[in-house]
Nanobody
Framework: QVQLVESGGGLVQAGGPLRLSCAAS????????MGWFRQAPGKDREFVAV????????YYTDSVKGRFTISRDNGKNTGYLQMNSLKPEDTAVYYC???????????????WGQGTQVTVSS
């Protein structure tokens, strides 16, 4: 029903910006909440941010609040995560996900992308 592909990851210097994109296919994408998660080596996957289907409500984990901005363009079937003032501890594989309800848990989401690596040098 929904297929997601992340892009935009790479190597960036601490303090720099990076924008991740999540391209969706499927005619029902605009009806889903879109979330971002990340997983660092040896650690559990953690919630980063979520935006509701209208794009009017967003929530962030405390560690990225004020630095990251989540957005979506339903006309382009694409979600975004703008990351500014990156820190080495932001290094992780970032995943986008789509679900029928907003939430901060893996089980809130029905569809997942393959992930994109973000590495922040110190």
């Amino acid at each position: 029903q929904v297929q997601l592909v992340e892009s935009g990851g790479g190597l960036v210097q601490a303090g720099g910006p990076l924008r991740l994109s999540c391209a969706a296919s499927g005619r029902t994408f605009s009806s889903y909440a879109m979330g971002w998660f990340r997983q660092a080596p040896g650690k559990d996957r953690e919630f980063v941010a979520v935006i509701n289907w209208t794009g009017r409500i967003a929530y962030y984990t405390d560690s990225v609040k004020g630095r990251f901005t989540i957005s979506r363009d339903n006309g382009k079937n694409t979600g975004y995560l703008q990351m500014n003032s990156l820190k080495p501890e932001d290094t992780a594989v970032y995943y986008c996900a789509a679900g029928r309800n907003t939430g901060s848990l893996d089980e809130n989401y029905d569809y997942w992308g393959q992930g994109t690596q973000v590495t922040v040098s110190s």
